[in-house]
């Protein structure tokens, strides 16, 4: 009876929010990313549900982690609070814990990839014999976690469905993706809010190793939007022990969604044609699901208070309705 009472309670804590539809007062569009789910209304608002879907080498994963949309939600939103002064953002409130509202802009179409050690897709790449990433040249004799000498900008296209393309600065300005006027802001504005999101990284004793900002228009000004320094936007290293396991080449010890790639290559994925998505295991699901709270709980300095799961989807109907009435949203 003890047993079947701890199995009941293992469940209900470890709901997953994964495919929800929700209606929202005023919702005129939806859009059902592979984390976020982001609803328009018509007063030029969006809502935006992160969700405990996780996405690796472009794909959606088969199961949720527990508490990962709300983990997401809460670190952007603590970022994004600390670097208006940097440059505005479209975030206007959070009235559930695995929710922002915030004004609708029009998109840019380019990920702004900045790099301050040779990591992940980066040291991939360097591993083949490359020297030139987004056509940015890179130093000779480096290992991987190695730090550039300067922070990189590697930019990426940002697809509607499938894999976002490296690009280089020269590209996206000669096809007129972005003008030339506004990708120069981008890139300051990139620099800048990397070098915050590095200072308040260092003051909880980790290395912002390198992350991706995503910007918007609004009334003719540049805004950014959606997350920043995430877990799933970024990637972050323990800061003691570092040198040390860089001298001896040992692995360095992480904060980020790497792990989860890495576990998938082992186990034959890595979003290549043919290729099959393997089933991960109960235990490995909760392995992500601490990692993400870890992460949480590090980079803010505050205990992961853990939202009621049990009801999740009537509870994030309710508090946005209540919010949009507050606000008189028909």
């Given amino acids: 009876m003890l047993f079947q009472r701890q199995k009941k309670m293992k469940k209900k804590m470890t709901k997953a929010l994964t495919n929800a539809k929700f209606q929202f007062k005023g919702q005129k569009d939806v859009y059902h990313g592979k984390v976020r789910d982001v609803y328009t209304l018509d007063n030029g608002l969006l809502v935006m549900v992160a969700s405990d879907r996780i996405s690796a080498f472009d794909h959606i994963l088969p199961k949720g982690i527990p508490f990962k949309g709300q983990v997401l939600n809460q670190v952007a939103t603590m970022f994004l609070e600390a670097t208006r002064d940097i440059v505005p953002n479209w975030l206007l409130a959070t009235p559930d814990p695995c929710v922002a509202v915030g004004h609708a802009c029009e998109l840019i179409r380019v990920e702004m990839v900045i790099r301050g050690y040779l ?4 040291a991939r790449e360097y591993k083949t014999g490359k020297r030139e990433l987004c056509g940015v040249p890179l130093p000779e004799g480096m290992k991987e976690n190695d730090k550039f000498p300067t922070p990189i900008i590697t930019p990426a296209t940002k697809a509607e469905e499938g894999h976002d393309e490296d690009i280089s600065r020269e590209e996206i300005i000669s096809k007129g ?10 890139e300051e504005y990139t620099r800048k809010l990397f070098q915050r999101g590095t200072e ?3 003051k909880r004793g980790l290395i912002l190793v390198d992350t991706k900002y995503e ?6 000004k540049v805004m950014l939007i959606d997350e920043i320094h995430t877990p799933d936007s970024s990637r972050y290293f323990y800061k003691t022990g570092y040198e040390e396991r860089q001298k001896k080449g040992e692995p360095q010890k992480q904060l980020s969604k790497e792990f989860v790639r890495q576990w998938l290559i082992e186990h034959g994925f890595q979003g290549l044609e043919g290729q099959k998505i393997p089933d991960m295991p109960d235990d490995f699901v909760q392995t992500v699901s601490d990692r993400y709270i870890e992460l949480y709980e590090k980079i803010t300095g505050k205990k992961f208070i853990k939202a009621d799961t049990e009801n999740i989807e009537e509870r994030i109907q309710k508090n946005v309705n209540n919010y949009l009435e507050s606000i008189k949203v028909s």
Avoid: N, R, S, W
Wanted: glycine fraction near 14%; avoid cysteine; charge should be negative.
């Fill in 119 to 122: 990591a992940g897709h980066a």
């Fill in 177 to 186: 993706i972005v003008p030339e006027d506004i990708y120069i802001q981008l």
């Fill in 200 to 202: 308040m990284a260092d």
């Fill in 215 to 220: 910007f918007g228009i609004k009334d003719g």
